[in-house]
């Protein structure tokens, strides 16, 4: 890699506390358009708003998702912002291309009715049946990222005001309060936690495979998969649509949309705004099928 790109790298790990994830991704993407530069015999300094298009136009042409190609803008624009504050160069030739304009999706989620259902489920006694039970309510309760929850700790809970305590994106933290169902859950949970392995276990993390190491990512979505499987719902579920379910839910009944934001860790209300359009295509769905001449 380039001396400039390794600096500003680091500058994303160790000044804006950005996640491992984001930095990788960052990563990836400006290598990408380093290889298209290469291509084109140009270097960083070289590149303008029209070879930027192009690099573009080109993501285009392999049908990339367009919020992909807005992903690698943005790496490409804060790249150069960073160049221009470091004084390696004048201008941001990124500033004036324009982000690919996105579909408008409405996310997946659970109805109240489908989500009982999906939460009947594991009933079994095995601890590691437990530790799925424990984990789908505490997603559902709290709204958290799956990053989040299998970076929880046993020091992150508290019971005694059913609280739990959060690291999000930028290494944010904030506490979020979760419900009684969830506290049982958990509370059987983590009697029996020193049952995995043998008890030969990360003693400090929460959710543990059966090695009795820290869950993974990968771990929750076929937990999820699983049960969905097992539930009624014949639709793709994943594990950040019991987030977009907790987030449906609360505005259903009546909580604030700045409420909803802070409980998910959203920068800005623009990124909850998202769940009123979710919500009115529940509010139809529920006029059709209810009112006498819809």
Same mark, same amino acid.
């Given at each position: ?33 380093? $290889? ?6 140009? $270097?960083?300094?070289? +590149? ?26 943005? +790496? ?57 039970? +424990? ?119 009546? +909580? ?39």
């Amino acid at each position: 890699m380039s001396d400039k790109l390794t600096k500003f790298l680091d500058f994303l790990k160790y000044e804006k506390n950005a996640s491992p994830h984001t930095v990788s991704g960052y990563q990836r993407d400006l290598l990408q358009f380093k $290889n298209y530069l290469k291509n084109k015999k140009l $270097n960083w300094e070289q +590149a303008d708003n029209i070879v930027i298009r192009g690099f573009l136009a080109i993501l285009y042409e392999k049908k990339v998702k367009k919020s992909t190609s807005s992903r690698k803008l943005a +790496a490409i624009r804060s790249f150069y912002q960073f160049c221009i504050q470091k004084k390696w160069m004048a201008d941001n030739p990124a500033k004036i291309v324009s982000t690919p304009k996105q579909e408008k999706t409405v996310p997946s989620f659970l109805t109240e009715e489908e989500m009982a259902e999906f939460l009947d489920f594991p009933r079994s006694e095995k601890v590691l049946d437990l530790r799925d039970k +424990a984990m789908l309510e505490l997603l559902y309760a709290s709204g958290i990222r799956v990053s989040e929850l299998i970076g929880l700790n046993l020091e992150d809970l508290n019971f005694d005001e059913r609280l739990i305590r959060v690291k999000g994106k930028g290494k944010k933290e904030r506490m979020i309060p979760f419900g009684r169902t969830a506290e049982e859950s958990l509370q059987i949970y983590i009697s029996r936690r020193m049952m995995i392995n043998k008890g030969k276990i990360d003693e400090g993390a929460l959710f543990l495979n059966y090695r009795g190491q820290r869950l993974s990512t990968r771990s929750v979505e076929r937990t999820v998969s699983f049960y969905i499987q097992r539930s009624a719902v014949r639709r793709k579920i994943s594990p950040h649509s019991l987030r977009h379910s907790f987030a449906s839910h609360l505005l259903s009944r009546g +909580a604030d949309l700045r409420v909803i934001q802070e409980l998910l860790g959203h920068e800005s209300l623009a990124t909850t705004q998202k769940y009123t359009h979710m919500d009115l295509r529940h509010l139809l769905e529920v006029y059709k099928k209810s009112h006498p001449r819809s």
